[in-house]
């Protein structure tokens, strides 16, 4: 099945540094990845649509210079994100999928945590 | 707005106990999926509905799919304390291009042995 790889599981960072989380498809070709920021004990908030070789396409109220999103190769994309605050702790997924009509496989998330 | 709306958010049953999650919205999905996440993981894939009116079984799960397909249920039958998790349903809105799922606001399962 679709395996989607993402690293690191858990990162620590100080105010002010910049954290990139990896995603990677590892047995599919994926042109569009998807990431979301989950709150502790809510549902899965949908930040940016992340596209091979293009832009990605963000939601509203997110900032697109925080979080910098880049999808160079059809196997990974990358979330950056820059001058971190404590604001930005969170747990942070990304997904993928071969055929989007029947469903999606998600990266094991990434807990961020800024002091 | 929130276009999926999931009921109950939160759950707490004794095993052997029989529930129901509800999944609605006002607009019509391509299709339903159901996922299961476990703390500090990414969600799981439980199943995918199509085509309205489809029930799919899988164990004790019984997911169905609304005649109209703008609504969704997860029936688990017996719940055992390895049930326990969050259960999300999502979906692509017939209007939404690119494949963006819309997730519900998620059910939080506690079965107590």
């Known amino acids: 099945g679709a395996v989607v790889s993402q690293h690191p599981s858990w990162v620590i960072c100080k105010s002010g540094t910049s954290v990139k989380i990896e995603c990677r498809s590892l047995?599919?070709?994926?042109?569009?990845m998807f990431w979301y920021r989950q709150f502790p004990k809510q549902s899965l908030m949908l930040m940016a649509t992340?596209?091979?070789?293009?832009?990605?396409?963000?939601e509203q109220g997110v900032e697109k210079d925080k979080f910098l999103i880049n999808h160079a190769s059809l196997t990974l994309s990358t979330l950056t994100v820059t001058s971190a605050h404590p604001e930005d702790s969170s747990f942070y997924i990304c997904?993928?999928?071969?055929?989007?009509?029947?469903?999606?496989?998600f990266g094991s998330g990434t807990r961020l945590t800024v002091v | 707005t929130q276009l999926l709306e999931q009921s109950p958010q939160f759950l707490s049953i004794q095993e052997g106990e029989n529930l129901t999650v509800y999944c609605n919205s006002s607009?019509?999905?391509?299709?339903l999926q159901w996922y299961r996440q476990e703390p500090g993981e990414g969600p799981v894939l439980l199943v995918t509905?199509?085509?309205?009116?489809e029930v799919k079984k899988l164990k004790r799960l019984t997911f169905q799919f609304g005649d109209a397909r703008k609504d969704s249920s997860l029936h688990i039958t017996a719940a055992q304390p390895g049930d326990t998790g969050l259960y999300l349903c999502?979906?692509?809105?017939?209007?939404?291009?690119?494949?963006?799922?819309?997730f519900g606001q998620g059910t939080e399962l506690s079965v107590k042995p």
């Open positions: 992340s596209n091979e070789g293009s832009k990605a396409t963000y």
């Open positions: 997904s993928a999928s071969q055929q989007t009509v029947y469903g999606y496989t």
């Open positions: 999502a979906g692509p809105p017939e209007t939404y291009q690119g494949g963006k799922l819309i």
């Open positions: 607009s019509v999905f391509s299709s």
């Open positions: 509905v199509v085509t309205g009116g």
């Open positions: 047995d599919f070709q994926a042109t569009t």
